[in-house]
């Protein structure tokens, strides 16, 4: 797929779920005409609208690919049958839920805690693939500030 593609708009029901084999994807929302990016997933991560897929409620985010990808594509009907059919693969989905959340608690107190400059040092230290390959306004956006204080940030170090 190329970059930029939407796999998901925010508001969407999601009847797919993708993993990653080559390239990164970012989650994003719309807040009052902004575009907020929250999260990116890499190589050897699955990525989906968990309440939209799961629950078939509207997703509250937008999947987009930032790079060329290889993605492989599993649909809800077949993610059941395979969740039916094999524990090892239910045990394997769940240990990934659970790894999930631990991020998202991870990145949930580091929005209340810390300042972007912490915020900008823990990615540094924790994510710098992160740096490497994603525009500086997704980060920027993703760190809670703008791309002319993420230069800031970065000239002082």
Do not use: W
């Not at 998901?8 to 929302?29: D, H, P, T, V, W």
């Not at 799961?54 to 077949?78: Q, V």
Request: aromatic share 10%; with cysteine; glycine share 6%.
């Amino acid at each position: 797929m190329p970059a930029r593609t939407i796999l998901l708009n925010e508001g969407q029901i999601s009847e797919r779920m993708f993993y990653i084999e080559k390239g990164c994807i970012r989650l994003s929302f719309n807040k009052d005409g902004k575009d907020i990016t929250f999260q990116f997933f890499f190589e050897g991560e699955g990525v989906s609208s968990a309440e939209s897929f799961r629950g078939g409620e509207p997703s509250l985010f937008s999947i987009e690919t930032i790079e060329p990808s290889i993605l492989h594509i599993l649909h809800k009907r077949d993610y059941e049958t395979m969740i039916e059919s094999s524990s090892l693969i239910k045990q394997e989905l769940e240990d990934q839920i659970f790894q999930r959340l631990m991020c998202y608690q991870k990145l949930f107190l580091s929005r209340i805690k810390n300042s972007p400059e912490e915020r900008y040092q823990e990615l540094l230290e924790q994510s710098p693939h992160i740096l490497q390959r994603v525009p500086q306004h997704y980060i920027a956006s993703f760190l809670g500030i703008t791309s002319v204080s993420l230069s800031r940030i970065r000239n002082r170090r």
